[in-house]
């Protein structure tokens, strides 16, 4: 089972007339990638990872779901399904 803690937070900050830098926030986004749920897609947060591939130098960075739910603690019940 999923929450919508996501969406939630995204529109409370917009909701509330939070500011930022002295600017009201008019959209919000948390990072996230997308992953499928019994066959449905949905958002999960993510972290991100930087990480130093052999034979580069460029650091590359890596998006890393949440197996739970940042805020709620939530169970996720999900596999990496890709990007955002
Ligand atoms: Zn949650």
Do not use: W
């Amino acid at each position: 089972m999923s929450c919508d803690c996501l969406e939630k937070l995204e529109k409370k900050l917009v909701d509330e007339g939070i500011q930022f830098s002295n600017r009201k926030i008019m959209k919000a986004r948390l990072r996230s990638i997308f992953a499928f749920e019994k066959n449905k897609m949905v958002r999960r947060p993510c972290i991100e990872m930087i990480v130093q591939l052999e034979g580069l130098k460029k650091e590359k960075t890596v998006e890393i779901a949440h197996g739970h739910c940042p805020f709620c603690g939530t169970l996720y019940e999900t596999k990496e399904g890709g990007e955002s």
